[in-house]
């Protein structure tokens, strides 16, 4: 595939993600996470990555044109070139204080990317306070990590959907879907239907869910 068809196939992903927002809305679902980049990704060919920052920065300015939803930015966002991180920073303080649903915008996140730098974050705090090693490690819990996480304050995802056939995370908010459902379909991202997403929903509302008791 050519940059000019990776380039097309980045925009009609983009285009979905307003179809899909108005689904949600329709459900009144508060809280949609989107992964748009990986850090995995940024290795690419560095024209190809460029292609899709450009298309990433052009819909979460255009997201938070709209003014309906409360956008967060995930990721290591330190690894995103200037202007990336630019536009996530304004999309981010111009949609404060909104009263809609949280939109959560994941560019270069990666969930072991993720959980090391909270781990990091959380000694860093640690070494500020003066505290030792030996202390720190006593201290560390799962909820102590939790609020270093990139989606601190932030509900666990309850339903996570994977597309294009793949049946697998790659890694997508590892820590927060320990007691999420799952669902995995066949079309890939672009060719997404309302159909899907109904199916989606609808298994999800079939189910038990547990919470790993």
């Given at each position: 595939m050519g940059y000019a068809d990776a380039a097309e196939g980045h925009r009609r992903g983009a285009a979905k993600i307003d179809e899909l927002l108005g689904w949600c809305a329709e459900l009144q679902i508060p809280v949609v996470t989107l992964w748009l980049l990986s850090t995995e990704n940024l290795d690419r060919d560095p024209e190809e990555v460029g292609a899709l920052l450009e298309v990433i920065e052009e819909k979460v300015s255009d997201l938070v044109a709209a003014g309906r939803w409360r956008i967060r930015a995930l990721g290591a966002l330190e690894l995103l070139?200037?202007?990336?991180?630019?536009?996530?920073?304004?999309?981010?303080?111009?949609?404060?204080?909104?009263?809609?649903?949280?939109?959560?915008?994941?560019?270069?996140?990666?969930?072991?990317?993720?959980?090391?730098?909270?781990?990091?974050?959380?000694?860093?705090?640690?070494?500020?306070?003066?505290?030792?090693?030996?202390?720190a490690a006593k201290r560390i819990t799962p909820d102590e990590i939790a609020n270093w996480l990139y989606t601190a304050g932030l509900p666990d995802p309850d339903l996570i959907i994977r597309t294009s056939g793949e049946v697998r995370l790659s890694g997508f908010l590892l820590w927060?879907?320990?007691?999420?459902?799952?669902?995995?379909?066949?079309?890939?991202?672009?060719?997404?239907?309302?159909?899907?997403?109904?199916?989606?929903?609808?298994?999800?509302?079939?189910?038990?869910?547990?919470?790993?008791?």
């Amino acid at each position: 595939m050519g940059y000019a068809d990776a380039a097309e196939g980045h925009r009609r992903g983009a285009a979905k993600i307003d179809e899909l927002l108005g689904w949600c809305a329709e459900l009144q679902i508060p809280v949609v996470t989107l992964w748009l980049l990986s850090t995995e990704n940024l290795d690419r060919d560095p024209e190809e990555v460029g292609a899709l920052l450009e298309v990433i920065e052009e819909k979460v300015s255009d997201l938070v044109a709209a003014g309906r939803w409360r956008i967060r930015a995930l990721g290591a966002l330190e690894l995103l070139p200037d202007t990336t991180r630019g536009v996530l920073a304004r999309a981010v303080e111009r949609s404060l204080g909104r009263e809609g649903p949280s939109l959560n915008i994941a560019v270069g996140y990666g969930g072991r990317q993720e959980i090391a730098d909270a781990t990091k974050r959380l000694l860093e705090a640690y070494a500020a306070e003066g505290i030792d090693l030996a202390e720190a490690a006593k201290r560390i819990t799962p909820d102590e990590i939790a609020n270093w996480l990139y989606t601190a304050g932030l509900p666990d995802p309850d339903l996570i959907i994977r597309t294009s056939g793949e049946v697998r995370l790659s890694g997508f908010l590892l820590w927060q879907s320990a007691h999420s459902e799952y669902y995995f379909c066949d079309p890939y991202w672009p060719d997404f239907r309302r159909i899907d997403f109904l199916r989606a929903v609808r298994e999800y509302q079939q189910r038990h869910r547990r919470f790993g008791r």
